[in-house]
């Protein structure tokens, strides 16, 4: 099995790569290996909570109305709230924590990812992680510009992945 995950997806690709013998390669994309959340997305969950907790808790109320709390339901508030509230607990995932071929593909513009990889280029290394930089990109482009992406990832799971 294969994992490509970006931002969020891509932090649950290491932790699969990191915990699962069936994974043979993941592409993370847009986020580092160690913390599950680093001090930018730490600032990020801690207004998402502040704004929408509230909300959640009072989705499992009749303090709200039904239109309201259906539409919280819809948009996974209590979910997502949750999920960020547990996060900043998860363990540490290193390059070194993999058991599978891994790609670490970023834009140029992501500054969490360009200053992770200044302090930790050597843990990459002599883990065997392939690191692609995408030139200009920042972390919402390294979604949106696929064809950028896309024949990065497919080049490294046709080398990395067993063929049916």
């Keep these: 099995m294969s994992v490509w995950g970006y931002s ?15 994974v043979q390669a993941i592409a993370v994309i847009g986020v580092p290996f160690g913390r599950a959340v680093h001090e930018e997305f730490d600032r990020f969950i801690d207004e998402f909570i502040e704004k929408y907790e509230p909300l959640a808790r009072a989705s499992n109320k009749e303090s709200l109305n039904e239109r309201k709390r259906r539409s919280t339901i819809k948009a996974h508030i209590p979910v997502w709230v949750a999920c960020f509230q547990a996060m900043p607990s998860w363990p540490s995932i290193a390059a070194a924590d993999l058991d599978c071929a891994a ?26 992680i392939q690191v692609e ?3 200009g990109l920042t972390h919402q482009q390294e979604f949106t510009k696929i064809n950028q992406v896309f024949p990065i990832v497919r080049s490294f799971f046709e080398k990395n992945c067993l063929q049916p």
């Design 8 to 22: 969020f997806g891509g932090s649950i690709a290491r932790y699969l790569g990191s915990w699962s013998h069936r």
């Design 103 to 128: 790609l670490l593909l970023a834009g140029s513009r992501n500054n969490s990812v360009m200053e992770w990889l200044k302090n930790n280029d050597q843990s990459l290394e002599s883990a065997e």
């Design 133 to 135: 930089i995408i030139a």
